[in-house]
């Protein structure tokens, strides 16, 4: 069975401030898919990263970050320089990539507030 | 359409009462998805389709959950005899495409139906 853990459920920072937000998971699988969705006050889900389990190349894309460590099972996610706008409920998922389960799992949420 | 629609946005029924909760993907998405986020929580699975047919529904909670797809777009997901428990946000979400790709279970998703049971 599948399983995503994000064990922090609330984080306050100020603006400017670094952030990372963890997610550890749990599968059999050889090949999954891992992805990171961002909840906003308004409720839509927006998808923000997905990444193969062959590829643990982190990545970077404007003020966001990925590190995936496929030897201790976790994808974290880290935002440079937070601003008020990235408030928001994180959400960690994990996918299977070759069988023929495609639902996402999703981790608990990580509920993140950037203060002014 | 530009994004997955769902109808209603909210929608306030009293125990043991029928609904009916509609969602219009993205044109030209084959795979549809219905999940329910309770308070606090994250999306949980409920069924898959792929074009008409349900392909997973192994997280449909009990047979008063049932959902249909009959021409492989609009999807409505139907709950009989309403129970308190089932109040929860109800998401739809489509992907594009298959197994495998750059498109591979990236699903989007659509602002939810509210549903609350009193």
């Known amino acids: 069975a599948q399983k995503v853990t994000q064990a922090q459920t609330e984080i306050s920072v100020v603006e400017k401030e670094d952030v990372t937000l963890d997610c550890v998971y749990e599968?059999?699988?050889?090949?999954?898919?891992l992805f990171w969705y961002k909840q906003p006050p308004s409720g839509e889900l927006v998808f923000l990263i997905r990444?193969?389990?062959?590829?643990?190349q982190n990545e970077i894309s404007g003020r966001y970050s990925w590190n995936f460590q496929k030897s201790t099972s976790s994808f974290n996610f880290t935002i440079t320089a937070s601003q008020v706008v990235d408030s928001a409920v994180y959400f960690c998922?994990?996918?299977?990539?070759?069988?023929?389960?495609?639902?996402?799992?999703f981790g608990s949420g990580t509920r993140l507030q950037v203060q002014p | 359409g530009a994004g997955v629609s769902q109808t209603p946005s909210n929608k306030v029924t009293e125990k043991g009462k029928y609904v009916e909760l509609r969602c219009d993907p993205i044109?030209?998405?084959?795979?549809l998805y219905w999940y329910r986020q309770s308070l606090g929580q994250g999306p949980e699975f409920l069924i898959y389709?792929?074009?008409?047919?349900?392909?997973?529904d192994s997280g449909l909670p009990n047979d008063r959950f049932f959902a249909v797809r009959p021409e492989g777009s609009v999807s409505t997901l139907k709950i009989q005899r309403t129970e308190r428990g089932d109040s929860a946000v109800y998401l739809c979400?489509?992907?594009?495409?298959?197994?495998?790709?750059?498109?591979?279970?990236?699903?989007?998703f659509g602002a939810g139906s509210r549903l609350t049971v009193l």
């Open positions: 044109s030209g998405h084959t795979a």
């Open positions: 990444r193969n389990s062959f590829d643990e």
């Open positions: 998922a994990l996918s299977e990539a070759l069988t023929g389960r495609r639902a996402l799992t």
């Open positions: 599968t059999r699988d050889t090949t999954y898919y």
């Open positions: 389709f792929q074009g008409t047919g349900a392909a997973d």
């Open positions: 979400a489509s992907s594009s495409s298959g197994r495998t790709g750059s498109g591979a279970n990236v699903l989007t």
